[in-house]
């Protein structure tokens, strides 16, 4: 395994391997990661031929693409380092990061300063901080002047990706699934949206109210979870995680909608999705009370019980719903047993979505798939869903294949 790879590098690189094979490739996209730093000092140090497979090389962000390349041979990314292969196949933005009155951080792209004092209003104010006689400042001297604490870079989009996938077609040999399996049957995909309920929508206004300065033109950040991304897709999913508790909404318009598939889908098995632990606790408990058997498989339970629960959800006729994180069982597991399955929510990265997908669409799948996203309407998640479909759109013309997560939309 990878994390292996991390402690037994020179035991490895001791050994005489005639060739190295890198499964689930996209697993050391991310130059930094140790795993990754470990696979390519074993494959520089051995200098044997190597094979890259992946499902999803989709990278969150382009650079992960210098990694694979980087494996394959040194010097195969055309770039002499990182920074150099960033310049010229990011697109980046510069932010400023600010602190506000109340000693919160906003980040603010920093060709719009201007703009920024102009949209944003101070908490319980009616007007604007430029309005207000607010200004920006490195080193500020009066009160009216908000500091700039640091700046950075960050990737707002690929640039260049002609020449990225000429790169790859001198690289890498792409076989679509339904080239391979030409039997495999198709897969539909549906939105059904849900509207939140007025106790949600005043706790969704209040939180873009509290930290408009924050979210406006801020990219997505979902490392934190107390981050006003992390609550507005709590809020959307019927939950608010505070410092030591977990409120949850009186009506849970997301429930009910789940409850209305699983009566329309009849005797067949679900895989039902979900990168949100509180949420699955919820639907848990809710399918307990229904007495609806299900299993449930998170991060937190081990490799070996994996095994033994995707067995009990093939093998029990009365086990209907495979309840899970796409992060923790998204990757390896064969649930071909059923043809339908639910994301409840989405997380932000496109590789996780489409492995955890094709966990039902693969060899030995007998009927069409369905692929149904709940998502709750005027949020964050349909925002997340075009980000998705957008970095697997830029994967897709890397790579020269069409791209996915389109579909009909049910109301």
Wanted: glycine share 4%; net charge neutral.
């Amino acid at each position: 395994s990878y994390d292996t790879a991390v402690i037994l590098k020179e035991n490895l690189c001791s050994l005489p391997f005639s060739a190295i094979i890198i499964d689930e490739a996209s697993e050391v996209k991310y130059i930094t990661a140790q795993k990754t730093k470990a696979i390519h000092y074993i494959v520089n140090t051995l200098n044997v031929p190597r094979f890259l497979l992946s499902g999803t090389p989709s990278t969150t962000h382009v650079s992960g693409y210098y990694s694979l390349y980087e494996l394959l041979g040194q010097g195969c990314s055309g770039a002499p380092t990182l920074f150099h292969f960033k310049q010229t196949y990011e697109e980046q933005a510069k932010f400023f990061v600010a602190e506000l009155p109340d000693k919160r951080q906003a980040h603010i792209y920093a060709d719009g300063l201007q703009r920024w004092l102009t949209k944003n209003y101070p908490v319980n104010s009616t007007l604007s901080y430029l309005d207000l006689g607010y200004s920006l400042a490195a080193q500020p001297n009066n009160p009216k002047q908000l500091k700039l604490l640091r700046t950075y870079f960050k990737q707002t989009g690929v640039k260049n990706l002609v020449n990225l996938a000429n790169i790859t077609s001198g690289l890498a040999y792409v076989l679509k699934k339904e080239e391979v399996l030409q039997e495999l049957p198709p897969k539909t995909y549906i939105k059904r949206y849900i509207e939140l309920t007025k106790e949600q929508k005043e706790a969704y206004d209040s939180l873009i109210d509290l930290n408009r300065a924050i979210i406006n033109n801020t990219p997505f950040n979902f490392h934190n979870m107390n981050s006003p991304h992390c609550k507005l897709l709590q809020v959307a999913n019927g939950f608010l995680m505070k410092e030591n508790t977990t409120e949850y909404f009186k009506t849970q318009p997301k429930l009910q909608e789940l409850l209305k598939i699983i009566e329309e889908s009849g005797s067949q098995k679900i895989v039902l999705w979900s990168p949100l632990l509180k949420q699955i606790a919820q639907i848990s408990e809710m399918l307990n009370k229904q007495q609806i058997e299900h299993i449930t498989i998170t991060g937190e339970v081990p490799a070996t019980k994996r095994i033994e629960l995707v067995n009990t959800f093939w093998n029990n006729s009365n086990c209907k719903v495979f309840l899970a994180n796409p992060a923790a069982a998204g990757l390896g597991l064969n649930l071909q047993v059923a043809h339908l399955e639910i994301y409840m929510s989405n997380w932000y990265r496109p590789d996780i979505r489409m492995q955890s997908e094709d966990r039902l669409h693969r060899k030995g799948q007998s009927n069409a798939v369905t692929v149904i996203d709940i998502i709750a309407k005027n949020t964050l998640e349909t925002k997340i869903l075009n980000s998705l479909q957008k970095s697997i759109n830029i994967e897709n013309q890397i790579l020269g294949v069409e791209a996915c997560l389109s579909g009909e939309e049910n109301s």
